[in-house]
């Protein structure tokens, strides 16, 4: 089976291995070949092969051509290859699912649309992400009747959104993106008596829906309620530099960090950490929570994405809301009781197995498989 994708993922062209590299790997095996339309890059513009088998088409033209590009060399590739389905990750102006619904049609293929997260949903930060879900549901409205399916990648919040935006039920799945490599990704040595260094960790883009601000101003008021926190915050941004200078001047216990070398690096921050905060207004996963769970972290978090799931039941962490009080409670809810922390974590590792890297990729393949209506191939 072939399979043509139109993706929002430019860092392969540009020879950067990052987390769709690493899940092409595996993925790739399921099929005879894969091709996929992305972004045009800052750099070189030249067709890509990875794994044997995957194959990426950079755009020629800016982001406000990239539909008519899609089309254009879509219907190319499929001259040339023939496909079983078209895959689009759908985001921004949705050129890449217009495309895909073109070409769809044009050549009787059936379409699945991938929306991992809705700007602004469950909560708006800004002007651009209210302006945002407004084109998400417009494109969804549009795409409903057209596409074969609609991919999401937790099983509570996107599905109801959707639903609520008069999408057949049937047309919804769930196939989730948490591809986690166990090995790495793994508890602290049964031996291991060392203090942790950090209290909390926070990994991401330090942009506003990150929530990068009520984190700090929580630690500010935990401090004045008597308890200091000591946060470790990974990541670039915007943010970086005035959040630094906010906790410097207040007097809190962080450390700042760029960048992390490898994932068994960022494993180690996580298992020196007793508990992970995501603080997002929205978010299709986040990766590095489950990452961090999966460490053995107790988790923090507003009910974004695959969080609201995993933490309902207070046995892995802690949901809070959006606001600066509710993030600090659970920052003491947490961090105060270790023993009760620790339960937490456990749990919290037990809970993200589900996401062993290789049978999540299996079940998101064969996912697709079945859209196509292929039958299953069991590797």
């Known amino acids: 089976m072939n399979l043509l994708m139109v993706s929002g993922d430019r860092q392969i062209v540009v020879g950067e291995r990052g987390p769709f590299y690493s899940m092409q790997a595996e993925f790739s095996r399921y099929f005879d070949r894969v091709d996929v339309i992305c972004p045009k890059p800052n750099g070189p513009i030249q067709v890509r092969e990875i794994h044997g088998n995957v194959h990426f088409h950079p755009a020629n033209v800016p982001s406000r051509r990239m539909k008519g590009f899609v089309q254009e060399k879509g219907a190319e590739l499929i001259g040339q290859h023939g496909y079983a389905l078209v895959v689009s990750h759908d985001y921004g102006r949705f050129a890449n699912g217009r495309g895909a619904a073109w070409l769809a049609k044009r050549f009787d293929l059936p379409h699945v649309s991938e929306l991992h997260h809705i700007p602004g949903e469950p909560v708006a930060d800004s002007f651009r992400e209210r302006l945002e879900r407004f084109l998400a549901k417009r494109y969804v409205a549009w795409a409903k009747s057209r596409v074969t399916a609609f991919r999401v990648v937790n099983p509570g919040q996107m599905p109801r959104l959707l639903r609520a935006w008069g999408v057949n039920p049937g047309k919804i799945v769930v196939l989730p993106s948490q591809y986690l490599d166990l090995d790495v990704f793994k508890l602290r040595a049964a031996a291991l008596e060392e203090a ?24 500010e008021m935990c401090q004045a309620r008597g308890q200091t926190w000591k946060a470790l915050f990974v990541g ?144």
């Open 196 to 219: 942790y260094e950090y209290d909390l960790v926070f990994v991401g883009r330090m942009v506003n829906n990150k929530g990068l601000p009520r984190i700090i101003a929580a630690l």
């Open 236 to 379: 670039k941004g915007p943010l970086r530099a005035q959040m630094m200078e906010r906790t410097k001047s207040q007097g809190l216990f962080t450390r700042w960090i760029e960048w992390v070398d490898s994932p068994e690096d960022l494993a180690a921050l996580y298992r020196s950490s007793r508990a992970v905060v995501c603080a997002s207004t929205c978010e299709g996963g986040p990766r590095f929570t489950v990452e961090a769970m999966s460490c053995g972290a107790a988790c923090i978090s507003t009910p974004v994405g695959i969080m609201e799931d995993l933490l309902a039941d207070g046995a892995a962490g802690r949901l809070c809301g959006f606001d600066v009080e509710s993030l600090s409670d659970a920052f003491d809810g947490v961090l105060i009781d270790e023993a009760g922390r620790k339960t937490m974590g456990e749990n919290a590792a037990i809970r993200v197995r589900v996401f062993e890297y290789s049978q999540a990729i299996k079940t998101y393949a064969n996912g697709l498989r079945h859209l196509a209506g292929q039958e299953k191939r069991t590797l």
